[in-house]
Nanobody, 127 residues
Framework: QVQLVESGGGLVQAGESLRLSCAAS????????MAWFRQAPGKEREFVAA????????YYADSVKGRFTISRDNTKSTAYLQMNSLRSEDTALYYC????????????????????WGQGTQVTVSS
């Protein structure tokens, strides 16, 4: 069964850190691009970060650049999102997603290119 399971969300104070994990199963993880998206209440789901198959290429939304770090461990079939200096505007449901299309890296920000999605993990940042 192909699935992604997120974990690590929670309630933190502004300025604190969280590390999200996304465990994949049922497919060859190393051949898929991994990404994180988020959706705040009343807003559209938006791109946060993506990592290439090997882990050497990383891509970020401007709003999280310098604060968030995406990574992956292909030996554990797991992707991570380290979130530092959290702000109230980072409050959202965070989803991990996976795709193995041959799109160029410029398409990694587009959620339409992702075929596998997790259920999401809630991150709440209080100010």
């Amino acid at each position: 069964q192909v699935q992604l399971v997120e974990s690590g969300g929670g309630l933190v104070q502004a300025g604190e850190s969280l590390r999200l994990s996304c465990a994949a199963s049922g497919y060859t993880f190393s051949t898929y691009v991994m990404a994180w998206f988020r959706q705040a209440p009343g807003k559209e789901r938006e791109f946060v970060a993506a990592v290439s198959r090997s882990g050497s290429g990383v891509y970020y939304a401007d709003s999280v650049k310098g604060r968030f770090t995406i990574s992956r461990d292909n030996t554990k079939s797991t992707a991570y999102l380290q979130m530092n200096s959290l702000r109230s505007e980072d409050t959202a449901l965070y989803y991990c997603a996976s795709q193995n299309s041959q799109y160029a890296a410029s398409y990694y920000r587009s959620q339409e290119t992702y075929s596998i999605w997790g259920q999401g993990t809630q991150v709440t940042v209080s100010s």
